[in-house]
């Protein structure tokens, strides 16, 4: 009887059976019953007996295919809070003393963040110019003192060589020296070289010669300390993100993804991102599935954002439970431990898909926007200053429907 009835309600949805359903709704609470059920059984044999259960099989037992019927249903009825859910991830659902505390801790690790990225470009700045000036001074440097005649110092020479060796070996060794560490050696260098003939004889050959190899390793280490400073820029850029952005974070990494891809059309079209984005899926072209490719990103950040919060609802739920009736603590440091951790992969999960499906919006608005237009019956813009005072007409109608008029282009 109860595998009938699982049948008829497979039956009645079974136009929901689609990757969307599978992997964004059914998938996360399939998992998240499969843990309740296991911690059940585990803390309350007598209540769960599992391993019974197992034993049985689902031909014998009515309990399995009760279980399935409920998750089936249970998914389907948790589809439309997937935004719901996302809320609470970036916060936009919770309190605003909670959004504000989060903000401000992120807050300071933005202006953190921008602070080593600016300090590392100037450390850029710095070796390029550097690079660019140096070698031409060094040698020119190294005329004035040949041409001058003059005879190495070798207190000067020496206290110039070590800083230069002393710049050489640190990069060497794969580090980066400060950009003034090295200015210093490289005005130390260029001041023994003019005041020093780096061709001497006699007994000043073996500082003139260190001068020469002091030159040639500044020469190669200008160059890859301007490589390394520049990939230190780049790995600080990644490492930070969108903290490391001019415009203020939201409360959570996920709020800036989401964020990005809502401000986009603003920026570049000057048209609200709620008005648009809604209407693109009327032209976006099913030959080049590009409505696919936006659903496919779509799916995967609803499966890692239903699954963070199945998941932390699992620790909820079990931690308090376990504090009091189970008389097991491995239990409740394994629920409490391994549920934070799969909270926490899910959720970086959830941000690394949000910020793809940044790039596929943005993708979507650009190549859609012009046949949106014609969808709407409006004339095609010439440029992108017309185009923003069309899609601001259009939205202003939108605001305050039938106060003002539109006129429409019929397209052959």
């Not at 998750?71 to 919770?94: C, E, H, Q």
């Not at 779509?298 to 009736?325: E, N, R």
């Not at 603590?329 to 394994?334: A, E, I, K, R, Y």
């Amino acid at each position: 009887m109860i595998s009938g009835l699982f049948s008829q309600l497979a039956n009645a949805f079974q136009s929901s059976f689609s990757r969307a359903f599978w992997f964004a709704s059914f998938m996360p609470v399939a998992m998240a019953t499969t843990m309740h059920i296991i911690i059940a059984g585990l803390a309350f044999p007598a209540f769960v007996p599992l391993k019974e259960w197992l034993e049985a099989g689902a031909s014998s037992l009515g309990i399995i295919p009760l279980i399935a019927a409920g998750v089936f249903v249970l998914a389907y009825a948790i589809g439309p809070l997937t935004s719901v859910a996302l809320g609470f991830l970036d916060a936009s659902r919770t309190p605003v003393w909670f959004q504000e505390a989060l903000r401000k801790g992120r807050l300071k690790e933005a202006y953190k963040a921008r602070l080593e990225i600016e300090q590392a470009k100037e450390c850029l700045t710095g070796y390029q110019r550097m690079r660019e000036t140096g070698v031409t001074s060094m040698i020119a440097a190294r005329k004035t003192g040949i041409n001058a005649g003059n005879y190495p110092t070798p207190e000067v020479c020496k206290a110039a060589v070590a800083m230069v060796r002393k710049i050489v070996n640190q990069i060497e060794r794969g580090g980066l020296p400060s950009a003034q560490d090295t200015d210093e050696a490289l005005t130390s260098l260029i001041a023994a070289l003019g005041t020093s003939a780096a061709q001497a004889t006699g007994p000043d050959v073996a500082t003139a010669k260190s001068l020469t190899e002091a030159q040639d390793s500044l020469a190669v280490a200008l160059i890859r300390g301007e490589a390394e400073a520049e990939h230190q820029l780049l790995l600080k850029k990644q490492r930070h993100g969108s903290l490391g952005a001019m415009t203020p974070p939201e409360a959570t990494r996920m709020g800036d993804a989401r964020q990005a891809a809502e401000l986009y059309s603003h920026q570049v079209y000057s048209i609200r991102f709620e008005y648009i984005w809604p209407r693109l899926w009327l032209v976006m072209s099913e030959k080049d599935d590009f409505g696919a490719s936006v659903s496919n990103a779509q799916t995967q950040v609803d499966f890692a954002v239903i699954s963070t919060c199945m998941t932390a609802l699992v620790v909820i739920v079990w931690v308090p439970v376990l504090t009091v009736f189970s008389t097991s603590p491995w239990l409740l440091l394994g629920v409490a431990g391994i549920g934070a951790l799969m909270c926490g992969l899910f959720y970086e999960l959830a941000v690394a898909g949000q910020w793809a499906l940044v790039h596929v919006v943005k993708a979507a608005i650009d190549r859609y926007h012009l046949e949106l237009l014609k969808v709407l019956y409006q004339p095609l813009p010439a440029t992108r200053a017309a185009e923003r005072q069309i899609w601001q007409v259009l939205e202003a109608d939108d605001n305050a429907p039938g106060t003002g008029d539109i006129a429409y282009r019929y397209h052959a």
